[in-house]
């Protein structure tokens, strides 16, 4: 089946410092990846919608310039958290889906769980 | 605009019992898609089902079984005899055919499964 891949699993890192987390596709091409966030015992939460090839879409509160979002290829989104504080802290976790696959199930990673110190 | 509620936020039971998750969900869309994901305590999502608003004939698989009624748009999930690797988040979502397959989840219900 569809593999998502995500990376890092975890990172714990010093205030100030920017984090970029990466979302691949391992065995289709994923024209739209989406990243998620989750407070502990929270839900997900959709922070951004990016397509291959063209500016990533954000949802109402999201910062677009703290939390950068690139999808260069059909097989790879990265989230980059920039300057993070703790209040970044946080789970993170992308999904991936294939145009071809229309609405068949986001296949997601296993999320990235951010810590800032 | 779409929205999800799962009323339950924690369930506790002991092992070999009945329980069910409710989900109920809100949308404007004719067609539309429910999903119910849950989430180990290591944090991945692992798919469980997918059903589209058109087809509400109720899908068993093993030990788990699911309730589609459009009537009261609920998708409601049941496991039987539940057992301790039971135990999670579970979420229901939903994503509308005319919203770009977006999903939206549900709060979540954290169900324990006790010895």
């Known amino acids: 089946g569809a593999v998502v891949s995500q990376h890092p699993s975890w990172v714990i890192c010093k205030s100030g410092t920017s984090v970029k987390i990466e979302c691949r596709s391992l065995?289709?091409?994923?024209?739209?990846m989406f990243w998620y966030r989750q407070f502990p015992k929270q839900s997900l939460m959709l922070m951004a919608t990016?397509?291959?090839?063209?500016?990533?879409?954000?949802e109402q509160g999201v910062e677009k310039d703290k939390f950068l979002i690139n999808h260069a290829s059909l097989t790879l989104s990265t989230l980059t958290v920039t300057s993070a504080h703790p209040e970044d802290s946080s789970f993170y976790i992308c999904?991936?889906?294939?145009?071809?696959?229309?609405?068949?199930?986001?296949?997601f990673g296993d999320g990235t769980r951010l810590s800032i110190l | 605009a779409q929205k999800v509620t799962q009323a339950q936020t924690e369930i506790s039971v002991v092992e070999k019992e009945d329980v069910t998750l409710d989900c109920v969900y809100e949308?404007?869309?004719?067609?539309?898609?429910l999903f119910w994901y849950k989430q180990p305590p290591s944090g991945e999502l692992v798919f469980l089902i997918r059903?589209?608003?058109?087809?509400?004939q109720n899908e068993i698989s093993g030990r788990y079984s699911w309730n589609f009624q459009k009537s009261t748009s609920s998708f409601n999930f049941t496991i039987t005899a539940s057992q301790v690797v039971d135990s999670a988040v579970y979420f229901c979502?939903?994503?509308?055919?005319?919203?770009?397959?977006?999903?939206?989840f549900g709060g979540g219900t954290r169900l324990m499964v006790k010895p």
């Open positions: 990016s397509n291959e090839g063209s500016k990533a879409t954000y």
């Open positions: 949308t404007r869309d004719t067609t539309y898609y």
């Open positions: 999904s991936a889906r294939s145009y071809r696959q229309g609405v068949q199930p986001q296949h």
């Open positions: 065995d289709f091409q994923a024209t739209t």
């Open positions: 979502a939903l994503s509308e055919f005319n919203a770009g397959n977006m999903l939206t």
């Open positions: 059903r589209n608003s058109f087809d509400e």
